[in-house]
């Protein structure tokens, strides 16, 4: 069965840290491009970082470019997102997904994604 959890998610302080995993069961995460969304509530779901299969080409929103970085651990099947700096408007439900797509390749649009976690909500207050 395919399954992408993710975790980490938080309350938070302005200025501080997160990491957030995503762990995959039932397939190999390494053949997939992995992106992390978020939507806030009467928000549409957006693109925020995401990393290739291959050679982990990695591209992220403007918005946190400078603060999150995406990395992924093949060993352990999981990819992490790790968000410094954060801000009151990172505040969201954080997903992650897989996407088989194109070698070495990966977009921060939702419609190749195939599969999906569940979400992890992260709050940035003070």
């Known amino acids: 069965q395919v399954q992408l959890v993710e975790s980490g998610g938080g309350l938070v302080q302005p200025g501080g840290s997160l990491r957030l995993s995503c762990a995959a069961s039932?397939?190999?995460?390494?053949?997939?491009?992995i992106g992390w969304f978020r939507q806030a509530p009467g928000m549409e779901r957006e693109g925020v970082s995401c990393?290739?299969?291959?050679?982990?080409?990695?591209d992220h929103a403007d918005s946190v470019k400078g603060r999150f970085t995406i990395s992924r651990d093949n060993a352990k099947n999981t990819v992490y997102l790790q968000m410094n700096n954060l801000k009151p408007e990172d505040t969201a439900a954080y997903y992650c997904?897989?996407?088989?797509?194109?070698?070495?390749?990966?977009?921060?649009?939702?419609?190749?994604?195939?599969?999906w976690g569940q979400g992890t909500q992260v709050t940035v207050s003070s």
């Open positions: 997904a897989a996407d088989r797509g194109l070698p070495g390749f990966c977009t921060l649009s939702i419609q190749p994604y195939n599969y």
């Open positions: 990393i290739s299969n291959r050679n982990g080409r990695t």
């Open positions: 039932g397939f190999t995460l390494e053949n997939y491009a």
